[in-house]
């Protein structure tokens, strides 16, 4: 009986064990990380690799059930997936004026948001985007090249250099803290958004961004957005990013300008009465 | 680099780029024979290339191809493949003059804008450099042995015809602009001017940044903001063509070859084809220099292969975020403008009619 009741013990603390075990093997974000990431040449942990999001966060970084697209000629194929927020509490501390912005910004989707444009889409919209990125991580600079639009920066490791302009995307700064690489990103212009879903910022905006890696194939991402002109605090996002596992994997070109010049610049084509513009 | 910030400023004037200069930029180049890689100079002899972690020549860094040695050499010069010193201070002095906008007067024409027609951009926004390679060879071009591209195939010349016409009625202030489609890759912002692939200096934004990891090289263009990756493992191509082509690169000895195919369609060099096949090398010939040799062949448009040797020099400036197609106010006033001396065409037909 005794015996029986040990062995009942022990096997059922060999499941929880083995339960555990398994947790641990498929880390999730949020969880203390044990996980030690392969090292590069100089010793940091490497980064290097393609990168995707696999969230509806480019919709809308808050919680947003699905609903129907644009395009009614699309019905189903390009309506809005459905999808838990990436903001921390989901709650967005905007400041009045600029909460009336956000749903000025939300109604007028169509015309207003920067994405469809194939404008630059700043940080950190641009990591999480359908389309994958790629890592390229040397001792003094980061290159981060995105497919969408062509866009990349480069993070100066521990430099004091300031950035000669207001851009699109960013200037970037990094460093280590133990095994994350933090990047802080300033002199953004007011041009850029968070998602289709009008979130934006000002010229203030101040991003502070923290890669970490948590298994061979992910990396915990968490932004800290901080904009006193639009936001009454700092908040936050997080979400996983993810390896792309297939086999020659490699960033394609996604130039987007030619499939937003008819929307741009139509109503300047040549009228002709044959029916004749001059493209086809 | 005084008008680095010109990058940064985009292209509020877009305008039509086809005007303006042909490969114009800066550099100490060594002199390779014909299309090798880098012989060190003597005074290089004590320099090693440095390397990566993983032990490839370290090629990193930012890099400046200004000049205002010409693609191909001035007809005049002949069988003058180099100049002298003295020659070359002439040239410098002469050519800086001739290029410089704001002593054309678009009345009377100049470079190779004609009397009468639109001189688009003054000095400010140039920043094609003021000196010639450091081997003062007259071209950038080393084979042919002429300096100058070779001659046209049939089709190379209808369409090398079709080019010249449109420049010049672009150039007289009459841009064909239907469409959007009409205009250059590079006014579309689709493509840069020299961002290649191949490189080829031009009127700003000569820079490039290079980065190393294991099994990558990557060009990072400041023109029109292209990262081009090129991976080094010999993975096989598919199928797709992209603006840039599909690039594989491979070490021989010190120098990195760049091999590409797959072209979607013309590359930046005039005239170039879909069916191009692009070679390009980079070797570190000193601290501060790095040659950049490019080959093309376009069966299709030209009778045999070109080479070029453009050399770059290490700069420490950043690269710039060039925004090109967010600051494109151009296409819309292109656009307009041919639609407005439509209109005003019309008008006068009509008027003339009554």
Known sequence: MQNRLRSAIFAGAKAALIVALWVGAVPTIGQAQTYKAPRTADGKPDLNGIWEALNTANWDIQDHAARMGPVVALGAAFSVPAGLGVVEGNDIPYLPAAAAKKKENAEHWLTADPEIKCYLPGVPRATYMPYPFQIFQTPQYILMAYEFAAASRTIYMNSSQKSPNDTWMGWSVGHWEGDTLVVDVTSFNDQTWFDRAGNFHSDALHVVERYTRISPDALDYEVTIEDPKVFSRPWKMRMPLYRRLEKNAQLLEYKCVEFAEELMYGPLRKQSSEGKGGSK | ?354
């Open chain 2, 1 to 354: 680099m005084s008008h680095r910030f010109l990058a940064a400023m985009a292209v509020a004037v877009v305008i039509a780029v086809a005007l303006l200069a042909p490969p114009p930029a800066t550099g100490q180049a060594q002199s390779p024979a014909k299309a090798t890689p880098a012989k060190p100079t003597p005074a290089a002899k004590t320099w090693t290339v440095p390397r990566t972690a993983d032990g490839q020549p370290d090629l990193q860094g930012v890099w400046d191809y200004r000049t205002i040695t010409p693609l191909e050499r001035p007809k005049e010069l002949g069988t003058k493949a180099f100049f002298t010193a003295e020659e070359a201070a002439n040239y410098e002095k002469q050519e800086n003059q001739r290029q410089n906008r704001d002593l054309i007067d678009p009345e009377q024409g100049g470079l190779f804008y004609p009397p009468g027609g639109v001189v688009p951009y003054n000095e400010f926004w140039y920043d094609r450099g003021n000196k010639i390679v450091g081997s003062k060879r007259t071209s950038l071009i080393v084979d042919p042995p002429d300096g100058r591209l070779p001659a046209w195939t049939p089709e190379g010349q209808k369409q090398a015809d079709l080019r010249a016409a449109e420049q010049r009625s672009t150039q007289l202030g009459h841009p064909h602009a239907d469409s959007w489609e009409d205009r250059p890759l590079q006014e579309r912002c689709l493509v840069g001017l020299n961002a290649g692939p191949p490189m080829t200096p031009g009127a700003y934004n000569n820079n490039i940044q290079l980065f190393q990891t294991p099994g990558y090289v990557v060009i990072l263009n400041e023109m029109v903001h292209d990262a081009r990756i090129i991976a080094l493992d010999g993975r096989p191509r598919g199928s797709i063509r992209q603006w840039k082509g599909d690039s594989r690169g491979h070490w021989e000895g010190d120098t990195l070859v760049i091999d590409t195919t797959n072209f979607k369609r013309e590359t930046n060099v005039e005239g170039s084809s879909v069916n191009t096949h692009l070679i390009e090398r980079f070797t570190r010939a000193d601290a501060n220099t790095l040659l950049y040799e490019f080959t093309v062949d376009d069966p299709t448009m030209w009778t045999r292969p070109w080479t070029a040797v453009i050399p770059m020099s290490k700069s420490e400036d950043p690269i710039y975020e060039y925004a090109c197609h967010e600051g494109n106010y151009a296409m819309a006033g292109i656009l307009a403008g041919a639609r407005a001396a439509e209109k005003a065409a019309e008008e006068a037909e009509k008027k003339g009619s009554r």
